[in-house]
């Protein structure tokens, strides 16, 4: 199979994946809006909950109501799909773009000397285990216990995230853990939701008394995904985000934006009950952008390797924080050539030309990216004319000659 049409496969399944990740998304916070905004009825003893809604020029009522064994409703919606296939083709994406290519997609070589294979049996093995944990936790006395049992997963979470993170690069540290948790997602639906709704279900249509507790885990579940929505969109969309996983102390940054997700979620359904909510959701975000900033303050570790100069050092930072680091890896990869061991080297090009890679040469690949194309790559980086400064340009230069002599 042909490199292009395993790239346009991949294009057709993300827009499908970010479709269907919407729609679930969607559903997850619409429903416990309306479930937040349901008005009481003293009168109808029949009614949890009422509420109207304008909506393209029309008005819908909305009421939930207990379920009478007699006079069942149908049909009976069940919004089960969106999730099934969000979680379908974030799989085949993660088989396609990761499993099936260079190692270095999923690994840092300056951290590790691990296989490729050997990585992604980590990775596939790591998302079935998670929700096996998580599962139990949730099926152990600890359920009786929401906060000590979110406590011991969060607990299990970071130690999980710092062992992967001392092997995986940055990048797919983020998207393995978020893989982790819309796993949860998914499989809370599949195996204990659905489940528990038909089974409360089946006992009203035979007559027989339905046992709550089916329902209140299914609710459970069900908020469990609520709360997880926020962060697992950073981790999914953080490729986009070099400053955050590019980052020496990314689990810190990765840590301070999921807890400040999850809490500002938690005042957006406090809204009704909590009048101050937004001013403690306006704090909330402002003291967690200062912590990622207090954080990418401090000092790097101190490497293995030779230390780098003044400028390179300004450089490497470039080269996290402008979007350098998502494509070119420490080794070459199918995504971009790698910068490492670069300087002072020839390099074929498209259309069999062959030039050195000296400081001219650097400079106007950054500048003008598809000037000179690498062989073997497509023209796919942007040109950094007018985005990078000249001095910035020089601490690229600078960095990636440090590191092509260590």
């Known amino acids: 199979m042909s490199p292009e049409f395993v790239d ?56 939930k109501r207990v379920l009478d064994p007699t006079n ?24 396609t773009t990761f499993y099936t290519r260079s190692g270095t997609l999923l690994l840092d070589p300056s951290k590790t000397d691990m296989l490729a294979w050997q990585a992604s049996l980590i990775s596939l093995v790591s998302i079935i285990l998670g929700w096996v944990l998580y599962d139990q936790v949730w099926q152990s006395p600890l359920k009786k216990y929401p906060a000590a049992a979110v406590a011991v997963l969060a607990t299990a979470f970071l130690i999980y995230a710092n062992w992967i993170n001392g092997f995986f690069n940055g990048r797919f540290v983020y998207l393995q853990l ?17 489940p528990n709704q038909k089974k409360f279900m089946a ?28 962060p697992v969109i950073f981790l999914m969309l953080s490729s986009h985000a070099p400053v955050t996983y590019g980052d020496d102390h990314n689990l810190i940054i990765m840590c301070i934006i999921i807890v400040g997700l999850v809490l500002i979620k938690w005042m957006m359904n406090l809204y009704q009950s909590f009048s101050e909510w937004l001013y403690v959701s306006i704090t909330i975000f402002t003291m967690a952008v200062f912590g990622v900033v207090a954080v990418k303050a401090l000092p790097a570790p101190p490497s293995s390797g030779p230390p780098l100069s003044a400028e390179a050092a300004l450089g490497q930072q470039v080269f996290a924080t402008k979007g350098c680091i998502a494509c070119h890896q420490p080794v070459a990869s199918s995504i971009a050539p790698s910068v490492h061991g670069l300087y002072g080297r020839e390099r074929a090009l498209v259309g069999g030309e062959k030039v050195v890679a000296d400081e001219a040469y650097l400079t106007e690949s950054i500048l003008y990216s598809n000037a000179k194309v690498v062989e073997g790559f497509a023209p796919a980086m942007p040109g950094f004319e007018g985005v990078l400064s000249d001095e910035e340009v020089s601490q690229l230069v600078e960095y990636i000659k440090a590191i092509s002599n260590p």
């Open 178 to 194: 978020g893989a982790m948790l819309a796993t949860t997602m998914t499989a809370n639906v599949f195996l204990r939701i659905i």
């Open 72 to 95: 069942l409703p149908k049909p009976l919606h069940e919004f089960k799909w969106q999730s099934y296939t969000t979680w379908l083709s974030g799989f085949t994406l993660l088989v």
């Open 8 to 63: 346009f496969f991949n294009v057709v399944f993300r827009f499908v994946h970010v479709v269907a990740a919407i729609m679930w998304i969607g559903d997850s916070l619409l429903f416990v809006w309306m479930e937040q905004n349901l008005i009481k009825d003293a009168k109808d003893k029949q009614s949890l909950g009422h509420m109207n809604m304008l909506h393209g020029g029309g008005v819908f009522y909305l009421q």
């Open 203 to 230: 006992e009203l249509a035979s007559g027989k008394p339905h046992n709550l507790e089916y329902g209140r885990q299914a609710k459970l579940r069900s908020m469990m995904n609520h709360y997880v929505t926020f």
